[in-house]
């Protein structure tokens, strides 16, 4: 139980050193780190210093660390709060110029040349700030044509794509109904040859019973002529 108190109060001790320290103090340590290129604790530094400093000095100085880790985002972040809070022109013009150049390296162009006409707001007279939204004007009139040309292609891809669909769609279909009007012939050849076998049976039949009526009548005739020779065969009487 002892040894939990004394823990306690250790992390109270060290709690009310930390907030002891001043937020001066905190960006002296952190610029100290940030000139050995120690980011992380610089960072460290800043953080506590944001918790205590309404300038947006220690925000500044935090984006800064931020930005040499390529936390381009989070030190956007600490940039727009650091112009946000600052009342001093200077502190706000290069919070909004770091804005810019953050965003320009994380290629977001547009955002940049914001950044950077909010800062010549304040700062009208900064020619880095002038020529830096002159590269970034290029490289957002860059970006947005590769955007055109991307969809550009993209689009016609999908018009290739579409029209190989309806090229196979349409062989498909043709092909299915070739094969149907084959199979449409085949049927009615063999219903032809079916009707054509038919009609030859039926011939065949008919001329059987022909030959049947023909050789009955010829047997009718032989047996008239047999009977009309006997008659004939007989001796007449005498009167």
């Not at 530094?45 to 947006?56: E, F, I, P, S, V």
């Not at 050849?189 to 065949?204: C, I, N, P, Y």
Request: glycine letters at 2%; proline letters at 1%; a negative charge.
């Amino acid at each position: 139980m002892k040894h939990k108190i004394f823990l306690v109060v250790c992390s109270m001790f060290l709690a009310f050193s930390m907030y002891g320290q001043s937020s001066h103090s905190l960006l002296m340590e952190g610029d100290d780190h940030y000139k050995k290129e120690q980011y992380d604790l610089a960072e460290e530094k800043y953080r506590k210093a944001t918790l205590k400093d309404k300038t947006g000095k220690a925000a500044y100085n935090l984006g800064n660390s931020l930005s040499a880790q390529e936390r381009y985002e989070e030190a956007a972040n600490q940039f727009s709060s650091a112009a946000a809070l600052s009342t001093n022109p200077e502190v706000k013009s290069k919070a909004l110029y770091n804005l810019g150049n953050t965003h320009f390296k994380n290629q977001k162009f547009q955002e940049s040349v914001d950044a950077y006409k909010r800062a010549l707001d304040v700062n009208s007279e900064d020619d880095q700030t002038k020529q830096n939204l002159m590269m970034a004007k290029k490289m957002l009139q860059v970006q947005q044509q590769q955007q055109q040309q991307q969809q550009q292609q993209q689009q016609d891809q999908e018009n290739q794509e579409q029209n190989e669909d309806q090229e196979q769609q349409q062989q498909q279909q043709q092909q299915e109904q070739e094969q149907q009007d084959q199979n449409q012939q085949e049927q009615q050849e063999q219903s032809q040859s079916a009707e054509e076998s038919k009609k030859k049976d039926l011939d065949k039949e008919d001329a059987r019973k022909l030959l049947e009526i023909i050789d009955n009548e010829e047997k009718k005739v032989q047996e008239k002529l047999r009977k009309i020779k006997g008659n004939s065969s007989k001796p007449k009487k005498d009167w």
